[in-house]
């Protein structure tokens, strides 16, 4: 095989087709960079399960005298149901599962949400007896903070028990959603490549059907035919990955660590060795779904 002859006949066909060419370069480009950004999202989810569920607590919310008559009939939790609920916890059956709790009276829950919700007109009507005295729990293991909410739940004096993870469940499934709906336009986009790789290499196939007929009666072989279309839509493609895959880092750099990371510090967030890790992913599905579809076009539509 003269590889000289499949170069010249490489950079024949990718000069003849520049706009489609230019076409695959930007449509690998986009669909890739949704599928490493959806790669992203599902790690950042990963991190920040792992991050947020190690912090999750568990709240032991005791009555007060605006609490529901239905959960405190009998209004503010006295000192005796306070003491009960320390007690509770430090006792030996509880030991195995909490890791450490500490009791937030009504003035330290108001100086919290005072802090939480500066700047914002309810703050101005909230008194501290309104908020609750909570015990909050933190768990040894965040899969058994179960254990504490079923012990206390229905005690007297509690009005409510909730688990910190119930809130970060919301959140995560919101987050699952908007990576499965990358996922589906990056999976659109990726067809849409593969569509425009199958013509483009039928199109230069057709305006150079006498040159492959004449290689057939002078006994070339299919794959020597061949690997002239294939390499076309293989080149273009890796540009376009190469592309994304820049982009996908760029998007790490700048903007999750150059921008998100400095204004959340509390947030574990994905870095530089995520995006490098999915660079070579990126390449392999761009090149291979070129030569797949450049395969697959030239062998139907010329008969070799």
């Not at 007896?129 to 012990?151: C, M, R």
């Not at 007297?156 to 996922?183: K, P, W």
């Not at 921008?259 to 994905?270: E, H």
Request: aromatic share 10%; glycine share 6%.
């Amino acid at each position: 095989m003269k590889l000289g002859f499949v170069f010249r006949e490489i950079g024949q066909s990718l000069s003849r087709n520049v706009s489609m060419i230019v076409s695959i370069v930007l449509v690998t480009f986009l669909s890739l960079t949704f599928v490493g950004t959806a790669g992203l999202l599902q790690a950042q989810i990963g991190q920040m399960k792992t991050y947020w569920y190690d912090r999750a607590q568990v709240a032991v919310y005791l009555c007060t005298d605006t609490s529901p008559s239905d959960a405190c009939p009998q209004g503010e939790a006295s000192a005796d149901v306070k003491a009960t609920v320390d007690a509770a916890l430090k006792a030996a059956t509880l030991q195995p599962f909490v890791e450490k709790f500490y009791f937030e009276d009504h003035q330290a829950a108001y100086d919290k949400f005072q802090e939480q919700f500066k700047g914002n007109a309810v703050a101005k009507y909230v008194t501290p007896q309104q908020l609750n005295e909570t015990f909050w729990v933190k768990v040894k293991d965040p899969e058994k903070s179960a254990v504490i909410v079923e012990s206390f739940t229905g005690v007297a004096g509690v009005e409510e028990v909730r688990d910190q993870r119930s809130y970060l469940d919301q959140i995560f499934s919101i987050l699952n959603a908007a990576s499965i709906a990358a996922v589906g336009i990056a999976a659109i986009m990726l067809a849409s490549a593969v569509l425009l790789i199958s013509t483009t290499i039928r199109l230069s196939a057709f305006s150079r059907r006498r040159e492959i007929g004449i290689m057939r009666l002078v006994g070339a072989s299919n794959f020597y035919i061949q690997l002239p279309f294939i390499l076309e839509g293989v080149v273009a493609a890796t540009i376009g990955s190469l592309l994304a895959s820049g982009a996908v880092v760029a998007i790490v750099q700048f903007f999750v660590q150059g921008y998100l990371a400095t204004r959340l510090p509390l947030t574990s967030f994905v870095g530089l060795d995520d995006a490098l890790l999915l660079t070579p992913l990126l390449l392999v599905a761009g090149i291979g779904l070129a030569a797949l579809a450049s395969g697959v076009a030239i062998r139907r539509y010329l008969k070799i």
